[in-house]
């Protein structure tokens, strides 16, 4: 293993890893897609909110 030390500053480090991420988040996204199955519980938005709101009032009416 090299023992390279490299010297930046803070804002080209973040550079450096935004631009690694962004890189690789397609391909993961593409392999996602290939090979695996999506699951999915059936919900669309309507039935997600109306289970949150559910959910909050039971919360609030155990206080």
Same mark, same amino acid.
């Given at each position: 293993?090299? *023992?390279?030390? +490299? =010297?930046?500053? /803070? #804002?080209?480090?973040?550079?450096?890893?935004?631009?690694?991420? *962004?890189? +690789?988040? /397609?391909?993961?996204?593409?392999?996602?897609?290939?090979? $695996? /199955? =999506? $699951?999915?519980?059936?919900?669309? =938005?309507?039935?997600?909110? #109306?289970?949150?709101?559910?959910?909050?009032? $039971?919360?609030? *009416?155990?206080?």
């Amino acid at each position: 293993m090299d *023992n390279t030390v +490299i =010297v930046t500053t /803070p #804002a080209q480090l973040q550079t450096i890893i935004s631009e690694a991420v *962004n890189a +690789i988040l /397609p391909k993961l996204a593409d392999f996602r897609r290939k090979n $695996e /199955p =999506v $699951e999915t519980d059936g919900m669309n =938005v309507e039935d997600r909110r #109306a289970a949150a709101a559910l959910r909050l009032a $039971e919360s609030a *009416n155990r206080k």
